[in-house]
């Protein structure tokens, strides 16, 4: 899944770039997509919260994912407080890498596509 994405923002990159013919474009193509699918990613999260609250479903996600023993281990006495923090504290740090990533994958994405571009342009024209 997480390469799916990485995939994702270094495509965006490779488009601005193709499209621009400048890498700062790809950086910024490339970061904007990962905050915003980074920022959707938290919405749809918050939202399954609400939704599955108190479900047996939401139960077993937390049981899998150690949601309790992480819980029983912050000494926090609201487990909803504790729900929230933790996901507001994944979403500082998905923010933070998805911008790093973001640079890099553009970064890389850009620089590849303008070499391949300059490649390109010195290989001899058929005549027709």
Not at 41 to 54: M, P
Not at 58 to 70: K, P, S, V
Not at 93 to 119: C, D, S
Request: glycine share 14%; net charge positive; hydrophobic share 55%.
């Amino acid at each position: 899944m997480v390469t799916i994405v990485f995939a994702m923002w270094l495509v965006a990159g490779i488009a601005a770039t193709a499209r621009t013919r400048r890498i700062r474009d790809a950086v910024i193509a490339s970061t904007l997509s990962a905050q915003i699918g980074s920022l959707a990613n938290v919405g749809f999260i918050l939202a399954s919260y609400y939704v599955l609250r108190s479900s047996a479903l939401q139960e077993q996600f937390f049981r899998i994912e150690g949601t309790y023993e992480d819980f029983a281990r912050s000494g926090i006495g609201d487990f909803g407080t504790f729900v929230i923090g933790d996901l507001f504290g994944g979403a500082f740090f998905h923010l933070l890498f998805g911008g790093l990533f973001g640079v890099i994958l553009g970064t890389l994405g850009g620089a590849v596509t303008i070499g391949l571009f300059r490649v390109l342009k010195r290989l001899p024209r058929p005549i027709v």
